[in-house]
């Protein structure tokens, strides 16, 4: 299982539409430049921590 996504894990994935992220220990997300028109899925259980999360690193986008 996932427990962290490293700094600039996204770095020059100017195709990049979706990350879905099935993990639900992930405890720390690295400053990443991820485009906001990306979407990111996550498990319903965890959605308010890794919107938390993915926002402190950087994302201006929705997490669903």
Same mark, same amino acid.
């Given at each position: 299982? !996932?427990?962290? +996504?490293?700094?600039?894990? &996204?770095?020059?994935?100017?195709?990049?539409?979706? +990350?879905?992220?099935?993990?639900?220990? +992930?405890?720390? %997300? #690295?400053?990443?430049? %991820?485009?906001? $028109? !990306?979407? %990111?899925?996550?498990?319903?259980?965890?959605?308010?921590?890794?919107?938390?999360? &993915?926002?402190?690193?950087?994302?201006? #986008?929705?997490? $669903?």
């Amino acid at each position: 299982n !996932v427990t962290s +996504i490293g700094k600039s894990a &996204f770095m020059n994935c100017s195709k990049l539409n979706k +990350i879905k992220v099935k993990s639900t220990k +992930i405890t720390k %997300i #690295g400053t990443n430049k %991820i485009n906001k $028109k !990306v979407k %990111i899925d996550v498990p319903n259980s965890m959605k308010k921590k890794y919107q938390k999360l &993915f926002k402190k690193a950087g994302y201006k #986008g929705t997490v $669903k």
